[in-house]
């Protein structure tokens, strides 16, 4: 397990308990636009007071488009800002919020889920910040926006100029309430993070819903929808989870029943009625034109309402051709395809409440020739070259002991091709999980013959969406994911999210793990079953325990005269497990314990090598010379300074002195190089800063 998964598992885990992702390099694409700084720009248009101009996302018709949208639009279109569309605009008002109409683009699914992303404020005020306004003193024709985009939050700056007709009337996105602008420039701006409008016709819910949270989305085909739908669908709304659905595939009409073909809908709440002859689920649905809806039972003009109580019938029924309307469970199974739930916390599955859940992201690539391997059916022999991913699925604090059950929620994303959203469809992409007999300590990948002899765990699942994901149940163990796309040769970059309760997730076959010596490998299954024994006595271990095994086996190999005496202090041990504790617990698993294990060798060996004079500690010299082997190297200057913090009065350093200390440089470099943008620094809150430096 390297330290830059560490620190990304920490990450994670100082985020909210909707555990958005935190950002990640590595898409210049998406640096380029956040490149914008809207501060920095509102305040140079204030002090020049001007009005920001945004010359990467032009006020023409290279920001629409080159296909069919153009043949939509009036002949004479403007750009307009809103000062010049009405004499009081409002950015947002949350008494208002709800009224948005989709414009020419055929993108209700975006429309859908930017309903469906109103009713969570908190969710709401991270995708739109609130410190906007169209008052004079602040107002610069500027905006700003932030999106969950492959693994990194983007802020994405537009100005306020927006496309309109002869009449002055918005050609897209638009509010009842004429005066109200924040939908039409938060679509400019996903608009501008997809490529252009054009590029936001077609779609699913899913996406957008995940591109505001950075959640993981679930599919549910409502045809084969599970016995406990009404269940799931509660407990989604009660975890702020976003949902929405949609009809059947085709031309966009309007049916007999009202509903529309080809569209998506916004899922807005649900409630259990009682009616005379006994209780009747109810879904609370928005269609994005803000009007048109359905006809049927617990429409608005349905006699179900006669079967309530007074109160309950006007608390709930309304009578105005709005878009939103009522309909029952069993209609929703009947009359829609799909139904999407974009998950904040990945235990809507699971009765559990109150647990947290730990996420690991991996970036990697299929590279024709190298990596892109196809699937495991029809490509046997070129499977194995995909990306491998162990998986070490851990048995989390909390739980039943002997539970034989751990839900494990698997994500694959593939990132677009370009620039443009629609420009290059999406290839068939999807996973297979396999079980391994025994922990896998080494970093090769698995070879050809493992993927003949062995099983996959569940069907594989193969999809031309963005994402694909999927539930596992599974006894605690090691596994190993494979992502793939459908043909070999296709090239594409993915991101690979894990979620469960307690796991560790590394790559296979790159350069994140060194080899160990046959010495240490030996001397690491040496002590296996005592530690397997000591585990199952004390599932996790803190500090105390952590001192005590340490200093009553870990060095019984090292030559009496050189390392005798060698012990670890509580200091130490409460320094190494701050460092490790990837849930802050206070605690380390088996796992856990392993991987410091295994580091703790390897630092002896580099330590006895460069201690020429056999004294037992190395100086500042030996200091720089072992850091250098292990690949790390430093001035002589931070040598000298690390030597007076970890050395003696001498400044010589002992072994326990030297490993608490390797595992901190290796540690801070590997956060730096996770955090920077640039190579040269890096931007820490308070809060993260005082993590970083008091607690590891």
């Not at 994911?481 to 970059?493: G, R």
């Not at 296979?508 to 793990?513: A, I, K």
């Amino acid at each position: 397990m390297p330290f830059r998964q560490l620190l990304c598992m920490r990450q994670q885990k100082r985020k909210r308990q909707q555990w958005w992702p935190s950002k990640k390099k590595g898409f210049t694409e998406l640096n380029k636009l956040s490149q914008q700084n809207y501060h920095s720009l509102l305040a140079e248009c204030l002090k020049k007071r001007c009005l920001f101009e945004d010359r990467s996302f032009p006020a023409d018709v290279r920001s629409i488009g080159k296909g069919p949208l153009l043949q939509k639009l009036p002949q004479k279109i403007q750009w307009k800002r809103p000062h010049e569309l009405h004499k009081n605009p409002i950015f947002y008002t949350n008494k208002k919020r709800l009224a948005l109409c989709q414009g020419l683009i055929d993108n209700c699914w975006f429309l859908a889920a930017v309903e469906a992303l109103t009713f969570n404020e908190d969710i709401l005020f991270n995708v739109v910040p609130q410190n906007q306004s169209f008052e004079r003193k602040k107002y610069a024709g500027i905006f700003h926006f932030k999106f969950w985009h492959f693994g990194e939050w983007v802020d994405i700056v537009v100005d306020d100029r927006l496309p309109v007709n002869e009449n002055g009337q918005l050609v897209f996105l638009s509010s009842v309430y004429k005066n109200l602008f924040w939908g039409a420039l938060l679509e400019k701006a996903y608009a501008k993070l997809c490529g252009s409008y054009e590029d936001l016709q077609i779609g699913q819910v899913s996406e957008a819903l995940v591109d505001f949270t950075g959640g993981v989305n679930m599919t549910i085909k409502l045809a084969d929808a599970p016995p406990d739908l009404w269940d799931i669908l509660t407990r989604a709304t009660y975890s702020s989870s976003l949902m929405g659905c949609q009809t059947q595939a085709g031309p966009t009409r309007v049916l007999a029943n009202g509903l529309v073909a080809g569209h998506a809908y916004a899922v807005t709440g649900i409630r259990k009625v009682t009616c005379k002859h006994g209780p009747e689920n109810l879904v609370r649905l928005r269609n994005p034109w803000g009007k048109v809806e359905w006809k049927g039972d617990w429409s608005d003009s349905s006699g179900k309402w006669e079967l309530l109580s007074p109160k309950e019938k006007i608390l709930l029924r309304r009578n105005s051709d709005d878009g939103e309307f009522w309909m029952s469970v069993e209609d929703l199974k009947i009359h829609f395809v799909d139904l999407m739930i974009c998950k904040l916390t990945p235990d809507l599955m699971t009765l559990e409440d109150g647990k947290k859940w730990m996420c690991s992201m991996q970036f990697g690539k299929w590279i024709k020739g190298s990596t892109a391997g196809g699937r495991l059916k029809s490509f046997r022999g070129s499977f194995w070259m995909n990306p491998q991913y162990l998986l070490t699925v851990l048995q989390s604090n909390g739980s039943r002991r002997y539970s034989y059950s751990c839900r494990v929620l698997v994500s694959l994303i593939q990132r677009r091709s370009g620039k443009h959203r629609n420009r290059v469809p999406h290839f068939h992409i999807g996973f297979l999980l396999y079980k391994l007999a025994k922990f896998c300590d080494n970093n090769k990948k698995l070879p050809p013959s493992f993927f003949i002899w062995n099983t996959p765990l569940g069907q594989s699942l193969f999809v031309n969406d963005r994402e694909v994901t999927q539930h596992f149940h599974v006894p605690p163990g090691s596994y190993l994911v494979v992502p793939s796309t459908f043909e070999p040769h296709q090239e594409s970059e993915f991101i690979l999210r894990i979620f469960s309760r307690k796991h560790s997730l590394r790559e296979l076959g790159g350069d994140s793990s060194r080899v160990l010596s046959k010495e240490i490998v030996d001397k690491q299954e040496n002590h296996e079953e005592f530690f397997s024994k000591y585990f199952d006595q004390y599932p996790e271990i803190n500090a105390m325990q952590l001192k005590r095994m340490l200093n009553s086996l870990a060095w019984t190999s090292m030559s009496d005269h050189q390392y005798y005496g060698t012990r670890f202090s509580l200091d130490a041990c409460r320094s190494i497990l701050a460092l490790l504790d990837l849930n802050s617990t206070g605690t380390l698993s088996i796992q856990e314990f392993r991987f410091l294990w295994r580091k703790l060798l390897l630092y002896q060996e580099v330590f006895q090598r460069k201690d020429t004079h056999q004294l037992g500690t190395l100086d500042q010299l030996e200091l720089c010379v072992a850091m250098q082997e292990t690949g790390i190297s430093l001035s002589n200057e931070l040598c000298k300074l690390f030597a007076i913090r970890y050395g003696n009065p001498g400044r010589q350093i002992t072994f326990v002195d030297f490993a608490c200390f390797m595992l901190r440089v290796e540690f801070m470099m590997e956060a730096f190089n996770n955090m920077t943008k640039d190579g040269k620094g890096i931007y820490l809150l308070e809060s993260e800063w005082m993590m970083m430096t008091m607690f590891s």
